[in-house]
């Protein structure tokens, strides 16, 4: 987020700033001078953090790579969000300040001005004020919304939608508010910018267009579930479909209700051969998939996505899986399987699950493993133990890096420790964050 939000946030500020007399800068102003001058700042960086999110929403590949993949993009996403409507409330609530702190006798009361028969500019600007407060309530019920995890992913979705309309009206506000003083300043011209670039985005978004250009029309091969609860799905996708590298994602549509969801791609590339999804049944959608989804319904893939690339084989790694975090690296050995001589890789693959059943899947992994020439350390702890991080960090000093997919407090952990007790440099870890919410 530090690469994103803080360039133009610092960038408004100091616009700001130089705008300022020295007793709002001194903050020595009275208080209804210092809410006037907090007002626009706010307003601003609540502008400008709302047109980062629209930028983040329109996933440009130069900014995916810049954030080392779609998963880091949309997590920052998330963030920005979240901090645009904290932005919001505190706008709306410097706003609103004035007639409580008169009410409670913190300020004497401000006689206002009157506006004598209201012609078109200031009714223009009353409109504004309005939209701006339509725009603020329709953030933050969006950003609850968001935060509630028990609202099902299909509603998440289509309410999602409303982020782009409350851009677009609170864009209308911040020009009318500008124009009304406007006085050629880079601060000003910054906010034309900021609000013309992100409501092109808004309407890009709303029209559906974002992402239109990486899918692929596909179709369900076969549709089962195996021994450990793991639903195995396999995609034909079209002629159009440009391969990818193992450990990436896709976005998948099987159904246009419930829109895309995110699925490693557990399989290797191959021109003509289908595309298999590892999906473990965590969600409301996930649960019901196999009754849902039959042998030839259409579907659409979306990518491929992500940076989880695993770099070169020929370095020393250390892999590290959880549960259904292992779908990345099964495509990664069926590469190293296929690539000719088995000969034994420095690649330490470890790899923990809960139950004797879930390490059933995937089937035969032992003998992948010895095809790719990787060793593997596969763990239930109830029987042999956790994982612990010295035996992973003994052989990360000599890693160039550990590729870590399972759940995020082991991640978070597991990259700490590697870190402070071993001295791993954090560039070398890497994870996927599919928090996608």
């Given at each position: 987020m530090k690469r994103t939000a803080l360039p133009l946030s610092l960038l408004i500020i100091v616009l700001w700033a130089a705008l300022q007399p020295a007793e709002i800068l001194s903050f020595a102003a009275p208080y209804l001078?210092?809410?006037?001058?907090?007002?626009?700042?706010?307003?601003?960086l609540a502008l400008g953090w709302m047109g980062i999110c629209m930028l983040l929403a329109l996933r440009p590949s130069w900014l995916e790579r810049a954030l080392d993949g779609l998963d880091k993009l949309f997590y920052i996403h998330k963030w920005v969000g979240i901090g645009a409507v904290l932005l919001v409330v505190t706008h709306w609530l410097l706003i609103l300040s004035p007639r409580t702190l008169m009410a409670w006798g913190w300020v004497e009361s401000v006689a206002r001005h009157p506006h004598g028969p209201r012609g078109g500019g200031q009714s223009l600007v009353g409109l504004a004020k309005e939209m701006g407060e339509w725009s603020a309530w329709l953030m933050i019920v969006l950003g609850v919304v968001a935060l509630l995890r028990f609202v099902p992913y299909g509603w998440f979705r289509k309410l999602h939608k409303g982020f782009?309309?409350?851009?677009?009206?609170?864009?209308?506000?911040?020009?009318v508010m500008v124009h009304r003083d406007f006085s050629g300043t880079l601060?000003?011209?910054?906010?034309?910018i900021i609000a013309a670039l992100g409501s092109v985005i808004a309407v890009y978004s709303l029209v559906g267009m974002i992402g239109r250009r990486y899918q692929h029309r596909a179709r369900v091969a076969s549709v089962s579930t195996c021994a450990a609860e793991v639903?195995?799905?396999?995609?034909?996708?079209?002629?159009?479909?440009?391969?990818?590298?193992?450990?990436?994602?896709?976005?998948?549509?099987?159904?246009?209700?419930?829109?895309?969801?995110?699925?490693?791609?557990?399989?290797?590339?191959?021109?003509?051969?289908?595309?298999?999804?590892?999906?473990k049944p965590l969600g409301d959608y996930t649960r019901t998939l196999v009754a849902r989804v039959r042998v030839g319904d259409a579907a659409t893939i979306e990518?491929?996505?992500?940076?989880?690339?695993?770099?070169?084989?020929a370095d020393p790694q250390v892999?590290?899986?959880?549960?259904?975090?292992?779908?990345?690296?099964?495509?990664?050995?069926?590469?190293?399987?296929?690539?000719?001589?088995?000969?034994?890789?420095?690649?330490?693959?470890?790899?923990?699950?809960?139950?004797?059943?879930?390490?059933?899947?995937?089937?035969?992994?032992?003998?992948?493993?010895?095809?790719?020439?990787?060793?593997?350390?596969?763990?239930?702890?109830?029987?042999?133990?956790r994982i612990c991080d010295g035996?992973?960090?003994?052989?990360?000093?000599?890693?160039?890096?550990?590729?870590?997919?399972?759940?995020?407090?082991?991640?978070?952990?597991?990259?700490?420790?590697?870190?402070?007790?071993?001295?791993?440099?954090?560039?070398?870890?890497?994870?996927?964050?599919?928090?996608?919410?």
């Open positions: 001078s210092m809410r006037k001058a907090l007002t626009t700042l706010t307003g601003a782009p309309v409350a851009f677009l009206i609170g864009a209308c506000h911040s020009v601060f000003d011209v910054l906010m034309l639903v195995n799905l396999q995609i034909e996708p079209g002629a159009d479909w440009p391969g990818h590298r193992a450990g990436q994602f896709a976005l998948l549509t099987l159904n246009e209700d419930e829109g895309a969801h995110p699925f490693t791609i557990v399989s290797d590339w191959q021109p003509g051969a289908s595309l298999r999804f590892a999906i990518g491929p996505y992500g940076r989880f690339d695993f770099g070169d084989d892999w590290v899986a959880g549960g259904i975090g292992v779908a990345p690296f099964i495509a990664r050995l069926e590469a190293l399987a296929r690539s000719g001589a088995a000969r034994p890789r420095n690649i330490h693959f470890f790899y923990s699950v809960r139950s004797a059943s879930e390490a059933s899947f995937p089937e035969g992994l032992e003998a992948l493993c010895r095809r790719a020439g990787v060793t593997l350390h596969l763990r239930i702890p109830s029987r042999d133990g035996e992973i960090g003994r052989l990360a000093k000599h890693a160039r890096g550990v590729w870590f997919c399972g759940p995020a407090g082991w991640a978070r952990s597991l990259g700490d420790a590697l870190q402070r007790d071993f001295g791993l440099p954090r560039q070398h870890f890497h994870r996927e964050l599919f928090e996608f919410r």
